[in-house]
């Protein structure tokens, strides 16, 4: 008897997994797809930096089958648009993004998987958009705006210059980095988080293979 138990318990545990591996899979995919949709705020920043929602998919994912389910699928989601696009940045740009990602859903997902209430949820997706924020501002002036500035031979003055024209104040790489790339993305943390509360509860079924 136990050892009937221990197989059904095991065969269990690997449907499980089998069926975390093709979720992670299927919202990098969507994740992706979302990717190609980008639009540019001009009126926050230059239009370089441009929103799109592939994020949603990740923090579904995160929220459904926790933090790590949600990294692995932010991790494919990039792997699988460098296997589409390639890269401009030597990689650069491609693991800023990761690490961006990353300080959006693991906040979230840690916060909710806490206890699973729509208090911690929203509570736990506030903290992700602070913690995208600020990472945006730390990677940004330190790493991609450099990058960029060697990947594309343009000075960086360049993009200060652009961004001084949407906001007068900007006068340096810090200055940039907290007027231009911290508003843009913390907007899109706040748009991100509404759509991902609006379509959580429909689709977490889906994943946890309840529906």
């Known amino acids: 008897m136990k050892t009937t138990a221990t197989a059904h318990s095991t065969a269990a545990m690997n449907g499980s997994n089998i069926r975390t591996i093709v979720s992670v899979g299927m919202l990098a995919a969507i994740s992706v797809v979302l990717m190609l949709f980008e639009f540019p705020l001009p009126f926050i920043a230059p239009s370089f930096y441009e929103l799109d929602f592939s994020?949603?998919?990740?923090?579904?994912?995160?929220?459904?089958?926790?933090?790590?389910?949600?990294?692995?699928?932010?991790?494919v989601k990039i792997l699988l648009n460098l296997a589409i696009s390639g890269t401009d940045t030597a990689f650069v740009g491609e693991l800023a993004n990761f690490i961006m990602g990353c300080a959006f859903v693991i906040p979230a997902s840690l916060i909710y998987k806490r206890k699973k209430s729509r208090k911690n949820a929203l509570i736990g997706l506030g903290v992700g958009a602070i913690s995208i924020t600020a990472a945006a501002i730390c990677i940004n002036a330190l790493v991609l705006l450099p990058a960029y500035s060697k990947a594309f031979g343009t000075p960086v003055e360049v993009f200060i210059e652009m961004g001084t024209a949407i906001h007068p104040s900007i006068n340096g790489i810090w200055t940039f980095a907290?007027?231009?790339?911290?508003?843009?993305?913390?907007?899109?943390?706040?748009?991100?988080?509404?759509i991902t509360m609006l379509l959580y509860k429909h689709i977490s079924p889906?994943?946890?293979g309840t529906r």
């Open 55 to 75: 994020e949603v998919p990740i923090l579904i994912g995160a929220f459904a089958l926790g933090p790590v389910a949600g990294v692995m699928a932010e991790l």
């Open 178 to 194: 907290f007027l231009a790339v911290a508003p843009f993305n913390l907007l899109k943390g706040i748009l991100v988080s509404v």
């Open 206 to 208: 889906i994943l946890k």
